[in-house]
């Protein structure tokens, strides 16, 4: 394949300076669109990260240890500023390394890259800590920065997740090391160059690329390393608790969701029919928060089947860098292999193809690209492997019950707990059902609305810990009590 750009090599990023790795070794960068290599990324090991937490260590102890929240506020907002000016570049960046549309990168990750930054400017300036009042004494807590944090992010929303670590990190004092996808580098290093430029310190701010397993792995190990903010995979969720149990980091675990999308005949059709192919199909049906799963009242069950199915093929699949698409390519090609087993495994189990369950036809250069289209399934039972095991693409699959305990029961049938929602005109029933359901957050008539200031987390196997507001202002700081006799 012949490159329509030059490739771009990136650096690692520590103690505020662009260093290739000790390995000088380079892992490619691809974009997933055309199968076109567009980047080098270091391949980076112990050696560098052994360097990288010093160097934060350094910055913990120098100038950085002092600075006041109202002037970390001001550099949170300076790093969004920044962002904004760059937007465009970034929203490129992201669209070539994820294979997602422009429309997406601008709508999406980098808008909220930038509100990500604004939002935990003004979050740290409100926020407060507690007082206990008790007879004869008071208690007030105080609190202080970690120290070192590493900060390990997936490869579906680089830049959008990475900030949503690195903003409440910095706000509290911390000095980050961040490891973002091998697979998505680009928006990440651009970061490093927005921090370097706005004036974090030197060694608060480092990112090191590499392979999770070299990378990774030896940040949840490092006893320099004081806590780990990891967002990815379930079976490697379990992998970071246990290389950082030894060195009793505080863990934070974002992970897998398969999530119920649960409609009752009393909906809204025409508004539950647009949100649940959202829902379904947002991102290449790569966002954590996906219902991959949906639950549909038996006698809607034709009725809204049918109008998804329109729904879907009437998305503009093709060039992510043509404004107008809305269905771009699958991160990766090994990743589309991936989604192309479970389809054949939901037709092994069972299931009827009501759509897609194939690559679309596209011209060159897009013919290479890791493409797939929206697929639909039916007639799986709901405990089926494609019903219940995380597939993290554009493959959603259809099961009707009968009853309110039904849809809840078949909601909780599954092993992960992120969220859910819940499509109906009743409220009473809404609040019930949101009651009943095992995850971490729960949608009525909506997907994916998000104020910044809520717990953001999962319940069984979606994870550990919540982040948002202040419940990640708490995780990226050590509280102290002090108790004070009052007689
Ligand atoms: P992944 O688990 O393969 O990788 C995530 C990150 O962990 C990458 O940076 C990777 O290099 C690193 N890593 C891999 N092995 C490691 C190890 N042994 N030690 C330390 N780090 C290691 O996940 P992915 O394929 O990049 O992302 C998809 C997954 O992420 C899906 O399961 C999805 O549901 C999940 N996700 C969850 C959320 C959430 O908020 N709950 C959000 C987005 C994605």
């Known amino acids: 394949m012949t490159n329509r750009h030059a490739v771009q090599r990136i650096d690692n990023f520590v103690g505020g300076q662009f260093v290739p790795p000790a390995s000088t070794a380079w892992l490619p960068d691809t974009d997933p669109a055309t199968?076109?290599?567009?980047?080098?990324?270091?391949?980076?090991?112990?050696?560098?990260?052994?360097d990288a937490?010093?160097?934060?260590?350094?910055?913990?102890?120098?100038?950085?240890?002092g600075w006041t929240v109202a002037e970390r506020a001001d550099l949170l907002d300076r790093i969004a500023t920044a962002v904004q000016a760059r937007a465009e570049d970034l929203v490129l960046l992201e669209a070539r390394d994820t294979g997602k549309p422009?429309?997406?990168?601008?709508?999406?990750?980098?808008?909220?890259?930038?509100?990500?930054?604004?939002?935990?400017?003004?979050?740290?300036?409100?926020?407060?800590?507690?007082?206990?009042?008790?007879p004869g004494a008071l208690n007030y807590t105080l609190r202080r920065p970690l120290g070192v944090v590493a900060l390990i992010t997936p490869w579906n929303l680089p830049a959008y997740l990475a900030s949503w670590k690195i903003a409440p990190a910095l706000a509290m004092g911390n000095a980050v090391i961040c490891k973002p996808s091998e697979l998505t580098?680009?928006?990440?290093n651009a970061l490093a160059e927005i921090a370097h430029e706005v004036g974090v310190p030197d060694g608060v701010f480092n990112v090191v690329h590499g392979l999770g397993h070299e990378v990774g792995q030896a940040l949840c190990?490092?006893?320099?390393?004081?806590?780990?903010?990891?967002?990815?995979?379930?079976?490697?969720?379990?992998?970071?608790?246990?290389a950082a149990a030894p060195t009793f980091k505080k863990v934070s675990l974002e992970l897998g969701g398969k999530n119920p999308t649960i409609v009752f005949a009393d909906c809204d059709?025409?508004?539950?029919?647009?949100?649940?192919?959202?829902?379904?199909?947002?991102?290449?049906?790569?966002?954590?928060?996906?219902?991959?799963?949906l639950l549909v009242e038996r006698s809607l069950a034709p009725r809204l089947t049918e109008a998804l199915v329109r729904g879907a093929r009437a998305l503009r699949i093709g060039d992510p860098l043509d404004p107008d698409t809305r269905f771009g390519a699958q991160v990766s090609h090994d990743h589309r292999a991936k989604i192309e087993g479970y389809v054949a495994l939901a037709r092994q189990e069972g299931g009827t193809v009501e759509c897609g369950g194939k690559r679309p036809i596209l011209v060159a250069p897009h013919d290479q690209g890791a493409f797939y289209e929206p697929t639909i399934i039916s007639g799986l039972a709901s405990t089926a492997r494609a019903a219940t095991e995380e597939i993290f693409g554009p493959v959603v699959t259809i099961h009707p019950f009968d009853t309110d305990a039904q849809a809840v029961t078949m909601a909780n049938e599954v092993e992960y707990g992120l969220s859910a929602s819940v499509w109906t005109s009743n409220l009473l029933r809404a609040h019930r059902v949101a009651e009943q359901l095992d995850v971490g957050t729960v949608w009525v008539?909506?997907?994916?609305?998000?104020d910044l200031r809520v717990p953001f987390g999962g319940m069984k196997r979606s994870g550990l810990g919540r982040e948002g507001g202040r419940y990640s202002l708490e995780f990226f700081s050590e509280a102290k009590n002090v108790c004070i006799a009052l007689a």
């Open 35 to 50: 199968g076109e290599h567009i980047a080098d990324v270091p391949r980076s090991d112990a050696r560098d990260v052994n």
């Open 53 to 65: 937490v010093s160097a934060a260590q350094r910055a913990c102890v120098g100038p950085w240890g």
């Open 102 to 134: 422009l429309h997406t990168a601008r709508a999406v990750d980098i808008a909220r890259t930038v509100a990500n930054f604004r939002f935990f400017a003004g979050a740290v300036r409100h926020y407060s800590s507690d007082a206990h009042s008790m």
């Open 185 to 188: 580098p680009l928006t990440v």
């Open 221 to 242: 190990e490092h006893p320099g390393v004081k806590a780990i903010s990891f967002t990815g995979g379930t079976a490697t969720g379990a992998l970071v608790a246990a």
């Open 269 to 293: 059709f025409d508004a539950t029919v647009q949100g649940v192919l959202r829902a379904s199909f947002s991102n290449q049906g790569q966002v954590c928060l996906c219902g991959e799963r």
């Open 445 to 450: 008539n909506t997907w994916l609305t998000r």
